[in-house]
């Protein structure tokens, strides 16, 4: 026992060196230094004269705090697991009446303090840990109550002539100081003559002229037609995107390259440098949002577009949106000359309001002309367009409120509005961009007949197919990444960030409190929220397993069907737990409801509920799939779709049956394709017993190897049946590898069988029934006999007889 105790002392010791961890004064040090940042950031959180920047300043510190705290949370654990082991280890048995030895003991009253103080270390550190959580909760509080005020602040309204007439002289104002500075700034390059300084000039004013004419030769091609009249999807995706890069990079790169040119030269002062980030701002603005309209709507080029929208409706839309880009680029502009001239904020923000009435409008034009245009799109081209429609009614309810908004007053929400809906149509295109070039990227590099692909299928030993699966799945995520980064962006001016989303949905107002749950209007509409989000990207999954993954599988339809649909509800059960659990409510309470509403219940469900767990079982056991051949009572078709209440059936005669699912467990089915297509057909043949049975089992069975669509394993076979009153009955009994073209196959069959026997002159009786005197030659000649006279006639008449 001792030795086992200095071995594991020895081991504990040589593990805390080797970890290297601080020392408890160090730690304590830390620990003191993070509760006194909180409590610095607290006392400033009392402060009402905090701006932005000051509560940009203050998350970040208590951020750093919070994360430190994690970190060291989750370094000093693993100690306390090891001194806690340890002390297990070195604990006699309890009634063992043996004394522990004195060294054991003071090793272990060392340990124990060792424990309780790394122990206190982890309480403090989850207490830092707590007070930063609500710091960080209390800076957004902060933030959101700034950017309320700000937004929602009411002043006069756009229309009012007061304010247009102050615009107007404001205006007045702000262009004459900015043409005084201009003024002066000419001066400056006049005064300057050094020579190198005129070269430099004149060689950047080349550069420029070089560049902007090969840039409007790309643009002028881009817009023309071109001799590859179908591209692909990678084609039009690397079109759009090289349009985008030239469209914004080109002027972008000269105004920046003019500014850096004149700075270097000593000849942009600050008030100069200033027009040139407007400038630059404006054409940023401009250029962007008409760059991706004319990549993604290819005006002129209607077999590059990647948009799904008419011709006519491309151009009109192109040039509405050009026009709402100038306004908001000029808007821009004016902000930053108003910057210079020390104009008030009250023009800044009547500006920006009355501007918005027009860009609104220019909105509302161009969503109006998208819901016409649908009408001469086709099937293809209105599936592409699909979520343009969920986006222009949107689209159309913000320009509406920011009219309202300017027109009563609230100019600075107007603006805001206009700014966000240009803002978000940037990050649409930009994600319909870039995750289109993810996809061609991906696809041509990780498809199984790239070389990218066939290196990881033969270094991995993956099959083509799970190659394939791989860039599929890799596609998804690279899909849901761009997703939430767009999601990210299109939030952040709202007050959003990645550190304070989560907070944003709690506590917008009090809550009246029923039991243990309290109740909010901010906790219905995030509960509701949660569960359309996951309801969203659960049929996005499903649509990715339906288009995308499960064709890329082996599985036979019937299974992929059940696979979706399992997935679908999966996916609204995952969606009504956690907007359960983020609305806060009890499962136990919903347990004790449930159990006593379920007696009740029951009774007028019950049918229901049978169907409903009868379907569970029939995509569990999948006795029947999607596709198979049928036959429920006096029903039998094609299993068209199975849901968990009832399946439908389509009959050969295309009429739809909707069986309840109870009546497929708990009834007789015949499935013709549980175990496979393949079925068997038998043709009954009759003929005259003067005929040799052996030639006719022959002739049968010629006729059934002749046809492409019967198996030769299991082989043909002929059964003399019976001794029937006219006839000898055989029976060909053979097999078809889809049972689905049986009878197809017996109809080629008889018309192979018949003829065979004519030509062998064996004779077919006639079948005993009454016969009119008048269809016997007609009956005679289909049966091959050419004698018409009524001798003849009379003969057969008594055969039949």
């Not at 949370?73 to 006699?92: F, G, N, R």
């Not at 659960?538 to 299974?559: A, C, K, V």
């Not at 708990?666 to 005929?691: D, H, K, P, Q």
Request: net charge neutral.
């Amino acid at each position: 026992m001792r030795q086992r105790f200095i071995f594991l002392t020895l081991l504990f010791l040589l593990g805390l060196s080797s970890a290297g961890l601080a020392q408890p004064g160090g730690r304590e040090a830390i620990l003191d230094g993070w509760s006194a940042t909180l409590s610095q950031a607290e006392a400033a959180l009392r402060r009402s004269d905090l701006n932005d920047a000051d509560l940009d300043s203050l998350q970040g510190r208590v951020q750093s705090v919070a994360t430190s705290a994690l970190a060291f949370q989750d370094e000093i654990k693993p100690d306390i697991d090891d001194l806690e082991d340890l002390l297990a280890s070195i604990t006699l048995p309890e009634g063992t009446g043996a004394e522990e030895p004195s060294d054991l003991s003071e090793t272990r009253a060392k340990l124990v303090a060792d424990l309780d103080s790394l122990t206190g270390f982890a309480r403090r550190t989850e207490l830092v840990i707590l007070r930063s959580n609500q710091l960080l909760s209390h800076i957004a509080e902060r933030r959101s109550e700034r950017f309320t005020t700000a937004l929602f602040a009411r002043d006069g309204s756009a229309l009012s002539p007061g304010l247009l007439a102050d615009l107007v002289l404001e205006s007045s104002r702000v262009l004459a100081g900015t043409s005084r500075v201009v003024a002066d700034w000419l001066q400056l390059v006049a005064g300057s003559s050094d020579s190198v300084t005129i070269l430099l000039a004149l060689l950047a004013v080349l550069i420029v002229v070089v560049v902007l004419t090969a840039r409007r030769a790309f643009l002028r091609w881009a817009e023309g037609p071109t001799s590859l009249e179908d591209p692909g999807r990678p084609q039009k995706v690397l079109a759009a995107f090289a349009i985008v890069i030239v469209d914004v990079g080109v002027p972008l790169l000269i105004l920046l390259g003019l500014r850096a040119l004149l700075a270097e030269l000593g000849l942009l002062p600050r008030s100069v440098d200033e027009i040139a980030i407007g400038l630059t701002t404006a054409v940023a603005i401009f250029t962007v949002i008409t760059g991706l309209s004319r990549a993604l709507a290819a005006p002129n080029r209607p077999a590059w577009r990647i948009a799904g929208i008419a011709d006519s409706t491309a151009r009109r839309v192109y040039g509405v949106v050009a026009a709402a880009a100038a306004i908001l680029a000029l808007y821009a502009f004016v902000v930053r000359l108003a910057g210079i001239t020390t104009a008030p904020s009250a023009f800044v923000v009547g500006l920006g309001g009355v501007l918005s009435i027009p860009t609104a409008a220019l909105a509302l034009v161009a969503t109006r002309m998208l819901v016409r245009g649908r009408e001469a799109l086709s099937e293809d081209e209105r599936r592409r367009s699909a979520p343009w429609r969920v986006l222009t009614p949107l689209a159309s309810i913000a320009a509406v409120v920011t009219i309202a908004s300017a027109v009563v007053g609230y100019l600075a929400f107007a603006s805001f509005m206009i700014e966000q809906i240009a803002f978000v149509w940037v990050v649409i295109g930009g994600f319909v961009l870039i995750g289109g070039l993810a996809d061609v990227i991906l696809t041509a590099t990780l498809s199984p007949d790239q070389p990218v692909g066939r290196h990881i299928a033969l270094n991995l030993g993956l099959g083509n197919r799970v190659v394939d699966q791989l860039r599929v799945v890799i596609t998804g995520i690279t899909r849901l990444m761009l997703m939430f980064v767009a999601a990210l962006l299109i939030a952040a001016p709202w007050g959003f960030d990645s550190s304070t989303v989560t907070s944003r949905l709690h506590g917008l107002y009090y809550g009246v409190q029923v039991g243990s749950i309290r109740i909010t209007f901010s906790t219905i509409i995030a509960a509701a929220l949660v569960f359309v989000v996951v309801i969203a990207l659960s049929r996005l999954f499903q649509r990715w397993l339906e288009r995308r993954f499960l064709p890329t599988t082996g599985i036979d339809q019937g299974l992929k069907n059940s696979i979706r649909t399992g997935a679908g509800y999966t996916g609204v059960l995952l969606a009504v737990i956690l907007a359960a659990i983020y609305a806060g409510i009890d499962f136990a309470n919903i347990a004790i409801v449930a159990g006593a509403l379920s007696v009740g219940i029951g009774f007028g469900l019950q049918g229901i509920v049978n169907n409903f767990v009868s379907g569970l079982i029939l995509l569990a056991e999948r006795p029947i799939r999607t596709g198979d051949w049928i036959e429920v009572g006096t029903d039998r078709g094609t299993v068209r779709r199975i849901s968990v209440r009832a399946t439908e059936i389509e009959t050969f005669e295309r009429a739809s049956v909707i069986v309840p699912n109870s009546n497929l467990i708990s009834g007789v089915v015949t499935n013709r394709y549980l175990r496979g297509n393949i079925g068997r057909i038998e043709i009954a043949v009759g003929v005259s017993y003067s005929s040799d049975p052996e030639r006719v089992r022959e002739v049968l069975l010629a006729a059934a190897a002749k046809h492409d669509r019967v198996a030769s394993d299991p082989a043909p076979f002929v059964l003399f049946m019976d001794f029937g009153a006219s006839s000898l009955d055989f029976e060909l009994r053979c097999y078809v590898s889809d049972i689905s073209t049986g009878l197809s196959v017996r109809s080629d069959l008889r018309f192979a069988i018949l003829a065979a026997l004519r030509e062998d002159g064996i004779e077919i009786p006639f079948p005993q029934r009454d016969i009119n005197v008048r269809d016997l030659p007609n009956v005679a000649q289909a049966f091959g006999t050419r004698d018409d006279s009524p001798g003849s006639i009379d003969k057969d008449r008594e055969r039949s007889e």
